[in-house]
């Protein structure tokens, strides 16, 4: 792959990682575009091959003039609209190649806007992935030109194509669940970039749980929103994957909090599965390595696509449950064991590390799965579990919703793996039935003020704030509300 990696230094700061010489080797002279390796804030630009818009399955369109081809300069539009495309195409050919007959939700062409308006946010709303700008002490930050926050959202996209049922869900653990694929899918694009594995590899050591460009999620927002909101978001990113969080049921936790603490709101619960994952994959690359001291490029490459179907295998062989992390780990570990059998061992040490496993069920996942194999098939992540969501009516009146009910979809698929998750061992956590998360899930979305009531509820009723972006909305459906989600909403989440 021809690369060439540049210091911009656009935005002024401090550069930790300089490419070695041999990667600024190959110049491309033409056929291709630049674009940022990650993230804005870190400055670094790449040159790539030119990145086709309108490809396979899993196809773009962008609203607007094509922009000719070209090697344009960081900070104009152009720049933007390839780094864009370069990011988006990567991610979902990362994708591709490990389902190759997956489809957009919403059909062949997934639309992205890549410029809606003033926000600091991002979002994938089941029609377009848009995005936004705003204002920080260093200029203009576009959500839409940092490849972390784009294939962070064409995750939300990848996500629903292969699991649509987990939508509409009402379970905080599900929706937390949503954004960490957004990062892992990130994580997993971000290491399909030769400049990127060798700086990761550099910077950690071979150890790439450690803190990096890696592990840091979209430095350049993160910035931006901890100039409101210093208490937001991680101090050094908007989410760190290389963090100490432990699982806790999210019914337990308080629905918001500052970002040192953790919360059963999405983003911030969603950091513990992610922080067990980057712990999985620095931990099997070096199992899969064949010096441990000194992992190499072609090892990371190789791990990040065996990790890639071991994920997509977890998500397919998930029930749709109120412990639903538990559920794609165990199904994580099973996978893992047949691609790689020094996979397992560190997968699930990463997972019991966290709690996202209980000790018994991790060592119990393999006998559990042959159980699960003679009642469900063989678990490959060939037969999902088809199974129609089921609801709950809530008394509408503690939402201002007067005599109407609010039918929510509850997380109560059959469990495939009797597995859970722990605090400890001596006190595993009692997993919650569907219809406390589903209520947990309720009294957090009516709390933050994220459902649409504009046709539910009377004005005087109505806590929510004006000015937040709405994630739900009410649908009137036989004399009841029917809980719907609009979109999933990436970022800043204050009126
Ligand atoms: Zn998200």
Redesign the pocket.
């Known amino acids: 792959m021809h690369q060439q990696a540049n210091q911009r230094g656009a935005t002024g700061n401090s550069l930790s990682y300089r490419p070695p010489e041999s990667l600024n080797a190959v110049v491309m002279h033409d056929g291709g575009v630049n674009a940022w390796l990650d993230d804005p804030e870190n400055g670094t630009t790449i040159q790539r091959p030119a990145p086709v818009l309108e490809d396979g399955n899993l196809s773009y369109q962008i609203p607007g003039k094509r922009v000719p081809l070209g090697f344009y300069s960081a900070g104009t539009a152009n720049f933007r609209y390839w780094t864009a495309v370069e990011a988006l195409r990567r991610g979902a050919d990362f994708w591709q190649a490990r389902i190759p007959d997956l489809q957009w939700h919403m059909g062949r062409k997934l639309t992205v806007v890549l410029d809606d308006g003033v926000d600091l946010n991002?979002?994938?709303d089941r029609t377009a992935l848009k995005f936004f700008h705003g204002r920080s002490s260093e200029g203009l930050v576009y959500s839409g030109e940092s490849p972390d926050i784009l294939c962070?959202?064409m995750g939300?996209a990848i996500l629903d194509a292969l699991k649509p049922e987990l939508w509409n869900v009402g379970s905080q653990e599900v929706a937390a669940f949503?954004?960490s694929f957004?990062d892992m899918s990130a994580i997993l694009s971000a290491l399909q970039l030769p400049v990127m594995r060798a700086a990761v590899i550099s910077e950690t050591d071979g150890h790439i749980n450690r803190n990096s460009r890696l592990s840091r999620m979209a430095e350049q927002l993160g910035q931006a929103i901890r100039e409101s909101y210093p208490d937001a978001v991680d101090p050094d990113c908007l989410r760190n994957a290389s963090n100490r969080f432990m699982y806790k049921a999210p019914t337990l936790l308080d629905s918001s909090g500052p970002a040192s603490l953790l919360t059963s709101e999405p983003?911030s619960f969603s950091r513990v599965f992610t922080g067990a994952f980057l712990d999985a994959i620095a931990g099997m690359l070096l199992a899969a390595a064949r010096d441990r001291a000194a992992p190499t490029d072609d090892e990371l490459l190789q791990m990040s696509a065996h990790m890639g179907d071991i994920l997509i295998a977890g998500v397919r062989n998930a029930a749709v449950v109120s412990n639903f992390y538990s559920q794609v780990a165990a199904g994580m570990v099973q996978a893992a064991g047949r691609i790689n059998p020094a996979y397992p061992r560190p997968l699930k040490a990463a997972f019991v590390r966290r709690g996202v496993l209980s000790l018994h069920s991790a060592t119990s996942v393999e006998t559990l799965g042959t159980a699960a194999r003679s009642m469900f098939g063989d678990g490959s992540g060939e037969e999902p579990i088809s199974h129609a969501p089921s609801g709950i009516a809530l008394d509408g009146k503690p939402y201002g919703l007067g005599d109407m009910a609010l039918i929510v979809e509850t997380p109560s698929q059959p469990r495939r793996f009797a597995a859970s998750s722990a605090v400890n061992e001596f006190a595993p956590v009692q997993v919650p039935s569907s219809e406390v998360a589903a209520r947990g899930f309720v009294e957090q979305l009516f709390k933050q003020g994220r459902v649409d009531l504009s046709d539910a509820a009377s004005e005087a009723d109505r806590i929510d704030p004006l000015a937040s972006l709405k994630t739900h909305r009410l649908v009137k459906a036989e004399g009841a509300l029917r809980l719907e989600r609009i979109l999933?909403?990436?970022g800043l989440n204050h009126d």
Request: aromatic share 16%; charged share 25%.
């Open positions: 991002a979002y994938y962070h959202e939300h949503h954004e957004g983003h999933c909403d990436c």
